[in-house]
């Protein structure tokens, strides 16, 4: 049996194991997820996105943890501030990457992944310097977490590191 949950989202899902009339299934169940959105979207219609700050479409705003999901505690799991908006139009999939990452005064800086492809500098460009919205005590812990991941990630030889974010 195959656990179907949406593509580059696996880390965010744990497997349920459901028994029924039909035989049993395995779905994807996210136990924290809806009251995360909630804290963060609070049925607003256009929010702000954390690290660019345009006030976009909550449909173009992804929950995105501050700390990779599977490094967190159960406890970390359920706290609002290992959260934060992020756009979907790119800011989720740089940060999530480590292009970008956000320093002790939540200034938004180059991550050790920031130098691959040229092209990609304007892009980075536009979000480097500014400050996380929202940044305090209580989520400087989840970027610091989010910047020694990736920069571990960083110090071990290549073919080991497309390995690691391919699997
Ligand atoms: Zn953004």
């Given amino acids: 049996m195959v656990l179907v949950v949406p593509r580059g989202e696996e880390d965010h899902y744990e497997p349920?194991?459901?028994?029924?009339?039909?035989?049993?299934?395995?779905?994807?169940?996210?136990?924290?997820?809806?009251?995360l959105v909630d804290f963060l979207k609070k049925g607003r219609r256009?929010?702000?996105?954390?690290?660019?700050?345009?006030a976009l479409p909550a449909g173009l705003l992804v929950t995105a943890h501050i700390k990779r999901r599977a490094d967190c505690s159960d406890t970390e799991r359920v706290n609002p501030h290992v959260v934060m908006p992020a756009c979907a139009l790119g800011c989720d999939s740089l940060y999530e990457r480590g292009f970008i990452v956000v320093n002790d005064a939540g200034r938004i800086v180059r991550g050790p992944r920031g130098m691959e492809a040229p092209d990609l500098a304007p892009t980075l460009d536009a979000v480097i310097g500014r400050t996380v919205l929202n940044f305090?005590?209580?989520?400087?812990?989840?970027?610091?977490?989010?910047?020694?991941?990736?920069?571990?990630?960083?110090?071990?030889p290549t073919s080991q590191t497309v390995r690691r974010a391919l699997s």
């Fill in 46 to 54: 256009i929010l702000p996105c954390a690290l660019c700050g345009r």
């Fill in 16 to 35: 349920v194991i459901i028994p029924g009339p039909d035989g049993t299934r395995i779905v994807g169940y996210r136990p924290e997820h809806s009251q």
């Fill in 136 to 156: 305090s005590d209580q989520n400087a812990k989840f970027f610091a977490a989010h910047r020694r991941r990736h920069a571990n990630l960083a110090s071990v």
